[in-house]
């Protein structure tokens, strides 16, 4: 299910509040403002033996001082260039919902293994449950999985942070 690419997750408009999953396009996303956006990165994309981050309740903060290159700090800059309205470089699953309840965003991008994934999808209910306005869902899988020092394809992450941001330019 999810060696596939992006996946995304919405209401479906015919069913009665039940939440779907399905491939789509990029254009799914693309509609929603960047400021209406969050980002979620796995902290296993972090380089563990150098990496100077610490973790707080709200996952994992980067030190301004960091000159490291690694795709979570790629990535983070990335999305708040565009305006992302949020990035959380989340600890596991709950922090995350915990993040995207918190922030309330329109559409999200995930950027996890697939265990997470399948969670996220469990977090997509309960959102739903909580607020009618659930979030459209942007998935992209590790490349590689592992818990410690995982990866993923940045070129893939980049074009759906960036999917349709042109758009909502003022
Ligand atoms: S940018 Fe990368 S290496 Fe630097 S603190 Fe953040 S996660 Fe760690």
Redesign the pocket.
């Known amino acids: 299910m999810w060696d596939n690419g992006l996946c995304y997750i919405r209401r479906g408009a015919r069913d009665k509040g039940e939440i779907t999953v399905e491939y789509g396009s990029r254009e799914d996303i693309a509609p929603i403002s960047p400021s209406d956006r969050v980002l979620l990165l796995s ?1 296993c ?3 563990s033996q ?4 610490r973790f707080s309740k709200e996952g ?4 301004e001082s ?8 790629r990535l ?1 800059t990335a999305a708040v260039a565009q305006g992302y309205k949020g990035v959380c ?1 989340a600890a596991g699953g709950a922090m995350a919902l915990k993040f995207v309840i918190a922030h309330r965003p329109r559409g999200v991008i995930a950027v996890a293994c697939s265990n997470e994934l399948a969670e996220a999808v469990r977090a997509a209910k309960t959102t739903a449950s909580l607020n009618k306005d659930t979030p459209r869902y942007a998935m992209v899988p590790l490349r590689q999985d592992g818990c410690v020092d995982t990866e993923v394809d940045e070129a893939e992450v980049l074009e759906a942070i960036r999917a349709g941001c042109e758009r909502h330019l003022v």
């Open positions: 902290h994309l972090r380089p150098t990496c100077p981050g994992l903060v980067c030190p960091c000159e490291l290159s690694c795709a979570i700090g983070r470089v």
